[in-house]
């Protein structure tokens, strides 16, 4: 009797602890989730903010790009205009060494 007396208690403590353990389990799970809010919510604070960084980031990047490509386009008009005047400088030259040829040409040819 003493036996089964002893294995009765057992089982009831057993039953007892089990139950202890889920409404621990339960609680703890409960907790969680109430220290997770804060955190959570601090997250997708900063979640947004970085995301709005990340959106100013980008607009600058564009905003930079669009520079580049305006400074590259006046860069090249300005190559093309240099290039341009280099070769009306060069004919300008010719024109005036051609000038200066006919012109040396007929003093030769005037009588002293």
Avoid: T
């Avoid at 997770?36 to 790009?65: F, T, W, Y």
């Amino acid at each position: 009797e003493l036996w089964v007396s002893l294995e009765e208690h057992q089982d009831a403590l057993e039953l007892i602890m089990s139950k202890y353990r889920k409404q621990m389990l339960q609680l703890l799970e409960g907790r969680k989730r109430e220290e997770a809010e804060p955190v959570l919510k601090v997250h997708q604070a900063n979640s947004g903010e970085i995301e709005s960084q990340i959106d100013r980031i980008c607009e600058m990047g564009e905003v930079m790009r669009k520079a580049v490509q305006v400074d590259d386009e006046q860069f090249f008009k300005v190559q093309e205009k240099l290039a341009q005047l280099e070769l009306e400088n060069k004919e300008l030259r010719e024109l005036l060494s051609i000038s200066r040829e006919s012109f040396e040409v007929g003093r030769e040819d005037l009588p002293d």
